[in-house]
């Protein structure tokens, strides 16, 4: 009684000006998500998307599969951009248990090797249950790196939420 045949929907993106998904997880984000990055680039290619970040939980483990992937995709003389991110744990000082998420973009190759060092700190020098940076950490490898709010666990998301003015 309780079971039921579904037909399998297929979704597609009809708009005609394309978006950039800029905070996506893979299945190398630890209890977030299930996809591989090929299944995300190749769907975001079939939608017509020019780009698509990668921003995992503060590791970078799904890079080479995605690299390997749009590589596939130029061959075939199709281009779809990736931007390689992390979505990281802000923390003020090393002493803070308080964190916030936020999104670490790589502008370039500076940036990527920034990200690295920063995802290696994290991890190496930080960690505490979560790869946590401080905000100097941050400061320190900033260039060729564009940094976002993240999620509702964000800086931005939160002080708005507390009702801060925008004067802080």
């Known amino acids: 009684r309780s079971i039921s045949t579904v037909s399998k929907i297929q979704v597609v993106d009809n708009a005609p000006k394309k978006r950039v998904e800029l ?6 984000s630890s209890m977030d998500a299930v996809t591989s990055a090929s299944s995300l680039i190749n769907r975001a290619d079939k939608w017509g998307h ?3 970040a990668i921003t995992d939980h503060g590791v970078v483990q799904a890079f080479p599969e ?3 992937i749009a590589g596939e995709l130029k061959r075939k003389g199709k281009h779809i951009k990736v931007i390689y991110g992390v979505e990281g744990y802000l923390i003020e000082n090393e002493e ?3 964190r916030y998420h936020i999104i670490m973009l790589a502008q370039n190759l500076i940036g990527l090797r920034n990200l690295y060092k920063m995802v290696t700190i994290s991890h190496l020098k930080y960690f505490k249950r979560r790869p946590r940076l401080p905000r100097e950490v941050i400061e320190e490898h900033r260039e060729g790196i564009i940094i ?3 999620c509702e ?5 939160q002080a708005i939420v507390r009702g801060e003015s925008w004067d802080r």
């Open 23 to 28: 905070h996506l997880h893979t299945n190398m």
């Open 50 to 52: 020019p780009a698509i």
């Open 66 to 68: 995605a690299q390997t």
């Open 96 to 98: 803070s248990d308080k």
């Open 148 to 150: 976002g709010s993240a």
């Open 153 to 157: 666990a964000g800086e931005l998301m």
